[in-house]
């Protein structure tokens, strides 16, 4: 069974700092794929944050670059997302998918909420 379980969301003031992770099955997360995490925010649509890819440059949103780092442990079949200086502008439902996503893939979240 096709699976992602993201986990390590929580309550945090800003300036303070979270460290998530997704697990997936292999099907969806191989040496050669590229992953993302994603985010859903109050009144928007769902945006990508972070693409690492099998090899080559990691990509960032503008609005978390320099805050943000992706990393990926493939033995593991796991992405993190540890994500320092957060701000209340971060608070939303964070997911991870391949890179480009598919719709299949959608896990249920983590919510992060960052207080002011």
């Known amino acids: 069974q096709v699976q992602v379980v993201e986990s390590g969301g929580g309550f945090v003031q800003a300036g303070g700092s979270l460290r998530l992770s997704c697990t997936a099955s292999?099907?969806?997360?191989?040496?050669?794929?590229?992953m993302g995490w994603y985010r859903r925010t109050p009144g928007k649509q769902r945006e990508l944050v972070a693409v690492?890819?099998?090899?080559?440059?990691?990509n960032y949103a503008d609005s978390v670059k320099g805050r943000f780092t992706i990393s990926r442990d493939n033995g593991k079949n796991t992405v993190h997302l540890q994500m320092n200086s957060l701000k209340p502008e971060d608070t939303g439902v964070y997911y991870c998918n391949q890179f480009p996503a598919l719709s299949r893939y959608w896990g249920q979240g983590t919510q992060v909420t960052v207080s002011s």
């Open positions: 690492i890819p099998a090899t080559g440059s990691i």
């Open positions: 292999g099907s969806i997360f191989n040496r050669i794929t590229a």
